[in-house]
C-alpha cells in the first residue's frame, strides 16, 4: 500500500475520535515547551524530480493537550530534474518565444531543484500501553524551491525555478523510547504543495531533556 492512501485512511479514522474525546477547554498553548530534538534520514520520490535522500531536524514542544504533541520540523534535499521534466519545459519555452521571435536555449542542460522546507506538525499520540507508541497527524509546511543548472544559472529559467510555496503534510510512525532520553522513529509522510508533492519514509532519533521540577503556586495566604 502506498504511504499517501495509508496516511490519509489514518487521518480519516482519527478525526471523530478527537472530536469526542475532549473539549477546546483541554487544549492550552501555555502547556507547551521546548523538551527535546531530533534528527531523521529518508527517502523522497517527488513527482517531478528523481527519488534523493531528504535530511531533517525537529524539536519537541510537548503537549498543547491530551495526546497531541507539537512538533516544529525542518527538512532539506536536492534531486535531479527528471528529463521528460526538461523536455517538457524546453518546448513550453520555445512555445513562448517562437511568437515573439527572441531567441531561446537550445539546450537546458541538468537542471538541479531543492526544497528547503519550514514547518510545524501537530502528532496524535495512541497511548495503547504499547512498547512503541503509534502517532498519526497533520501539517503546514512552507516550501523554499530553488532551480540551478550550467546553463539556466543567471537566466529567466533559474527564475521561473525558484519558487515560495506553502504546503501540507499527512504523517504517520512510531515512536519507541529505549530508556532514559533516547527515542527512535520511523515515519511516512505525503507532503502537497502547488509546487512540489512527494511520499517519503524515514527513520531517525531524538533526545528529551531532563524535566524541569513543577513549581509550587504561592497559595493565597502565603507570606510574601
Known amino acids: 500500500m502506498r504511504p499517501l492512501p495509508l496516511l490519509a485512511a489514518m487521518a480519516l479514522l482519527l478525526a471523530p475520535g478527537l472530536a469526542r474525546a475532549q473539549s ?10 521546548f523538551r527535546g530534538v531530533g534528527a531523521e534520514v529518508g527517502s523522497i520520490r517527488p513527482s517531478s524530480v528523481e527519488s534523493t535522500l531528504a535530511l531533517a531536524v525537529r524539536a519537541d514542544l510537548g503537549y498543547v493537550g491530551p495526546n497531541v504533541r507539537i512538533v516544529p520540523r525542518a527538512s532539506f534535499w536536492s534531486s ?6 526538461v523536455s517538457e519545459l524546453r518546448e513550453t519555452l520555445l512555445g513562448l518565444c517562437r511568437p515573439e521571435g527572441t531567441d531561446c536555449l537550445a539546450e537546458l ?7 528547503l522546507a519550514l514547518g510545524v506538525d501537530a502528532h496524535y499520540t495512541f497511548q495503547a500501553g504499547l512498547p512503541a507508541m503509534p502517532y498519526a497527524g497533520a ?9 540551478r543548472g550550467e546553463v539556466v544559472n543567471g537566466t529567466f529559467v533559474e527564475d521561473l525555478l525558484d519558487a515560495v510555496a506553502p504546503g501540507v503534510d499527512l504523517v504517520g510512525g512510531v515512536e519507541l523510547p529505549l530508556g532514559g532520553s533516547l527515542r527512535l522513529f520511523a515515519e511516512a509522510r505525503g507532503t502537497l504543495s502547488s509546487d ?7 527513520a531517525g532519533g531524538s533526545w528529551l531533556f531532563p524535566a524541569r521540577p513543577a513549581t509550587r503556586t504561592p497559595a493565597r495566604g502565603d507570606a510574601r
Open 196 to 202: 512540489v508533492r512527494y511520499l517519503g519514509i524515514g
Open 139 to 147: 501539517g503546514a509546511a512552507l516550501h523554499l524551491l530553488n532551480g
Open 24 to 33: 477546546l477547554e483541554d487544549y492550552d498553548y501555555e502547556n507547551l515547551e
Open 80 to 85: 535531479r530534474l527528471r528529463d521528460e521534466q
Open 109 to 115: 542542460g541538468e537542471i538541479r531543484v531543492s526544497d
